[in-house]
């Protein structure tokens, strides 16, 4: 029988690990939100706000948590973290990160 926890564990782990790796450069709150975020988005397999939440399973009321997100969102990380990952990225990864990152602008 596979051990459920460890795996969820270890899997959570590898992706805070890529969170922090991407956004090193940021404010402390915005790493928090970089891997609440990414983390949420790929265990609920969804990009709403309440379902990121569910999985994060923070003490706080859950619409607090939505709040303090929503702040975040509203602050237009995305072209700074985006440009992070372009620097960090190899040479063949960096046309089509620069693809995305204009087109985001847009």
Known sequence: ???FT???YTMKREILTFSNKISKQLPKPERKFTADMTYGMLA???CLLTDI???L???SKKV???ERLSRHLEKGLLPRLLLLIFKQ???G???TLLFILMTAML
């Open 53 to 55: 939440v569910d999985q």
């Open 57 to 59: 399973h923070e003490d």
């Open 89 to 91: 990225s190899k040479n």
């Open 44 to 46: 609920s397999g969804s």
């Open 6 to 8: 460890s795996n969820t």
């Open 64 to 66: 607090n948590v939505v």
């Open 1 to 3: 029988m596979a051990n």
């Open 93 to 95: 990864f960096r046309q």
